[in-house]
T-cell receptor, first 117, second 115 residues
Framework: AQSVTQLDSHVSVSEGTPVLLRCNYS??????LFWYVQHPNKGLQLLLKYTSAATLVKGINGFEAEFKKSETSFHLTKPSAHMSDAAEYFC???????????????FGRGTQLTVWP | NAGVTQTPKFQVLKTGQSMTLQCAQDMNHNSMYWYRQDPGMGLRLIYY???????DKGEVPNGYNVSRLNKREFSLRLESAAPSQTSVYFC??????????????FGPGTRLLVL
């Protein structure tokens, strides 16, 4: 079974300071993991994804995430927050069971990032 | 450059009314999905269509039906709307390459209010 736990429902940072959004996963198979971002009243946009290549994944807008199998974690980081980063972020695991559910996504409950000036 | 489109963008229904949410993609993707988003719940899968001609239930299918009209279009129908179906609905599509690592591409969403 696949599931994702986002450890913080809200994170607040000051502009220019680092961002850390935490995610732990559970998967019966070698996972594919994603981070999506949703700006207010918008659809979801892919930030980055891990598919068993390099464990450090770089995404758009300066975000990156590190896959740590021993810790079952896939935390999202950014060295310096910008006001435009304020949004909701979703950690997602993909079903890689080769059956009818192949490719289904399982979403965490989301982390709301607030960036203070 | 359209990607995934959804209509309508916003809808208000009375309890018991029916409506169909429309979704279309122009990326020649095989798989399409319907999700609902509720505060603090993330996105939950309602129904999906792995390929043209097939549909399957997701996590929360009760009260909904779907039709994969062709490869491009996937509609979601509420036969008798209930206040519990007030939500934001997202359609998504993916190429389904067989690896389970496909990126899903999302539409802009439909905001539904059931009174």
């Amino acid at each position: 079974a696949q599931s994702v736990t986002q450890l913080d429902s809200h994170v607040s940072v000051s502009e220019g300071t680092p961002v850390l959004l935490r995610c732990n996963y559970s998967s019966s198979y070698s996972p594919s993991l994603f981070w999506y971002v949703q700006h207010p009243n918008k659809g979801l946009q892919l930030l980055l994804k891990y598919t068993s290549a390099a464990t450090l994944v770089k995404g758009i807008n300066g975000f990156e995430a590190e896959f740590k199998k021993s810790e079952t974690s896939f935390h999202l980081t950014k060295p310096s927050a910008h006001m435009s980063d304020a949004a909701e972020y979703f950690c997602v695991v993909s079903d890689r069971n080769r059956g009818s559910t192949l490719g289904r996504l399982y979403f965490g409950r989301g982390t709301q990032l607030t960036v203070w000036p | 450059n359209a990607g995934v489109t959804q209509t309508p963008k916003f809808q208000v229904l009375k309890t018991g009314q029916s409506m169909t949410l429309q979704c279309a993609q122009d990326m020649n993707h095989n798989s399409m999905y319907w999700y609902r988003q509720d505060p603090g719940m993330g996105l939950r899968l309602i129904y999906y269509s792995a390929s043209e001609g097939t549909t399957d239930k997701g996590e929360v299918p009760n009260g909904y039906n779907v039709s994969r009209l062709n490869k491009r279009e996937f509609s979601l129908r509420l036969e008798s709307a209930a206040p519990s179906q007030t939500s934001v609905y997202f359609c998504a599509s993916s190429p389904r390459t067989g690896t389970g690592s496909e990126t899903q591409y999302f539409g802009p969403g439909t905001r539904l209010l059931v009174l």
